[in-house]
């Protein structure tokens, strides 16, 4: 699995890069996790609201996720 955070390195981006990689931890996953913050590579997702976490190349949230938001969509 792998599991990009896109953002330009504000707070809340590293917020998020910080909980996915404890929710992946605690879950155990084999995942391949990976800050994104060069923009014309966030441009190529079409997100229009950042951070975003994409899994395995499909945008699957934008904006604040809470770590029970996390932990439901790494678990799928």
């Known amino acids: ?20 990689q404890a929710v992946a931890c605690e879950l155990d996953l084999q995942a391949t996790i990976v800050k994104e913050e060069d923009l014309i590579k966030i441009m190529e997702y079409n997100v ?6 994409v899994i395995d190349g499909k945008v699957v949230a934008t904006g604040n996720m809470s770590v029970n938001e ?7």
Request: contains cysteine; positive net charge; proline residues 3%.
């Open 1 to 20: 699995m792998e599991i990009k955070i896109l953002g330009t390195g504000c707070a809340r981006c590293k917020a998020l890069y910080s909980s996915v």
């Open 70 to 76: 996390i932990k439901k969509l790494l678990s799928k």
């Open 48 to 53: 229009m609201s950042l951070p975003a976490l």
